[in-house]
């Protein structure tokens, strides 16, 4: 259900939403749980936004960048450093959102794991919804590696019994074989319809993705692959006010787990230990 100004929304025919954002709103709409919004401003801003979280994965699918392991991962040397984790680090006197764009553009020249794929997504999505003069003045030191992500990205990870589109989701692997770890699972953005992006995975249903991630189990296995109901996506609330207000980056701790196809709860976990240490 949606409010704005706590009471209860109706769509404004002024607003001109496309079969996608159409959709994104009556999901809102029809979810358990209550959206509210001080001012339909915001409201408005997490459609976009979700709507080219959408876009971006489609685009990310017809980019020609292919999946791959951390020690088998690549980059543009032109934007990019590779490092010895296979992390991509943006090299000096480059400009952050060429080089995000430049994944899109030259995407055979790269190759990485799906949680990596994720958060390139949500960079990609950033730079349509606020623009590249707001992306390269808050996101300068960008370091890509599994899910971590520059503080003022702002998104969250919780344990839901929804999920909407522009949501990233996980389906978990149990008892994936170890000869293939990095099918212990899938970060899949969630399109709408029961259609899923998941780097390497293509466009599927869920039913497919299971089905794809059971042919990669224990040979003796009888544990499915499912859907888990994890979610994670953007506080869009935090980032729809930071326009215009540039403060000095702040950047994360980065965890080097070399654990392919991670969910952000596990890297969540990861990065609690290290600072606990």
Request: charged content about 20%.
């Amino acid at each position: 259900m949606i409010q704005v100004s706590g009471r209860p929304f109706q769509l404004p025919t002024s607003w001109n939403l496309d079969d996608t954002e159409k959709m994104i709103f009556q999901s809102l709409e029809d979810a358990p749980s209550l959206y509210s919004y001080p001012s339909s401003r915001g409201l408005y801003f997490e459609i976009k936004f979700r709507k080219n979280i959408i876009d971006s994965a489609r685009e990310m699918k017809a980019s020609e960048a292919i999946f791959s392991s951390f020690l088998r991962a690549r980059c543009n040397p032109q934007y990019w450093e590779k490092t010895n984790a296979g992390g991509f680090l943006l090299k000096p006197n480059v400009n952050p959102a060429d080089a995000i764009l430049d994944i899109y553009q030259n995407g055979a020249l790269y190759a990485f794991e799906c949680a990596t794929a994720c958060v390139i997504v949500l960079y990609h999505a950033l730079i349509k919804s606020m623009g590249k003069t707001f992306f390269n003045s808050y996101f300068q030191n960008l370091y890509l590696y599994s899910w971590h992500t520059d503080d003022d990205l702002k998104i969250h990870t919780f344990y839901g019994d929804h999920f909407l589109p522009g949501d990233i989701i996980y389906f978990n692997n149990p008892d994936f074989s170890p000869t293939t770890p990095w099918f212990r699972g899938v970060n899949a953005v969630v399109l709408g319809n029961d259609q899923f992006f998941g780097h390497g995975f293509a466009i599927k249903n869920a039913d497919e993705f299971i089905e794809t991630l059971n042919r990669k189990r224990k040979p003796d296995s009888e544990t499915s692959a499912y859907l888990t109901n994890l979610v994670t996506r953007p506080v869009f609330s935090q980032l729809g006010n930071q326009a215009g207000r540039f403060t000095q980056p702040i950047r994360h701790r980065v965890i080097h787990h070399n654990r392919n196809s991670l969910c952000r709860a596990h890297y969540l976990i990861y990065l609690r230990q290290y600072l606990n240490q």
